[in-house]
Nanobody, 115 residues
């Protein structure tokens, strides 16, 4: 399987916003449950958000009310809209199919929240 490709990261001040994109391939992408994860320096990778094929979403408590996951199956793309960013959101963000294991991790996209 080909890794997914994440993009959209960058440097942003606290309170700012970013939108991450994750592009996959294949006609069955629309059937996959997809998730965003992040890994901060010195920490383990953690779950951020998920969206299933019906559009049902779920979030980690730390991002509820601030982040929104969505998908555009016509473009084989999953998005993560991140608002009111905090310094603790600094991490490399990855997307992957859920359950994990079928698709190798991609390179991720770096999000840095700093003054």
């Amino acid at each position: 399987q080909v890794p997914l490709v994440e993009s959209g990261g960058g440097l942003v001040q606290p309170g700012g916003s970013l939108r991450l994109s994750c592009v996959g391939s294949g006609s069955i992408f629309r059937l996959w449950t997809m998730g965003w994860y992040r890994q901060a320096p010195g920490k383990q990778r953690e779950f951020v958000a998920t969206v299933n094929s019906d559009g049902w979403t779920n979030y980690a408590d730390s991002v509820k009310g601030r982040f929104a996951i969505s998908r555009d199956n016509a473009k084989n793309t999953v998005y993560l809209q991140m608002n009111d960013l905090k310094t603790e959101d600094t991490a490399v963000y990855y997307c992957n199919r859920i359950p994990l294991g079928a698709i190798p991790w991609g390179q991720g996209t770096q999000v840095t929240v700093s003054l």
